[in-house]
């Protein structure tokens, strides 16, 4: 069965960081892009950062743009989003989801209408 597994999330002060983890199950990892979205409260969901399938290509919302980083070890079914100098503003459920295609195109994040699988989320709070 397909499971997209996510962990990491908490509260953490402002400049702080986070790793977050997406543990994919039941399906190979290989074959497609993985995206990070997230919804903050009252908002809509958004694109994070996306990775292609063997990470040759990362794109990144301007919100987040060098300060979280996105990575995949597709021998550990894994793919982690770092964030660093967190900002009150990154507060939201921040979900891990699979693209139907393998390809990212550069300087374009994952739409969600590529997506065919999401996980459950982690809820990332940042606050003093």
């Known amino acids: 069965q397909l499971r997209l597994v996510e962990s990491g999330g908490g509260l953490v002060q402002p400049g702080g960081s986070l790793r977050l983890s997406c543990v994919a199950s039941?399906?190979?990892?290989?074959?497609?892009?993985i995206g990070w979205f997230r919804q903050a409260p009252g908002k809509e969901r958004e694109g994070v950062s996306c990775i292609s399938s063997r990470g040759g290509i990362t794109n990144y919302a301007d919100s987040v743009k060098g300060r979280f980083t996105i990575s995949r070890d597709n021998a550990k079914n894994t793919v982690y989003l770092q964030m660093n100098n967190l900002k009150p503003e990154d507060t939201a459920v921040y979900y891990c989801a699979r693209v139907r295609s393998s390809f990212v195109r550069p300087g374009i994040l994952c739409s969600q209408s590529g997506v065919d699988s999401w996980g459950q989320g982690t809820q990332v709070t940042v606050s003093s």
């Open positions: 039941g399906f190979i990892l290989d074959y497609h892009a």
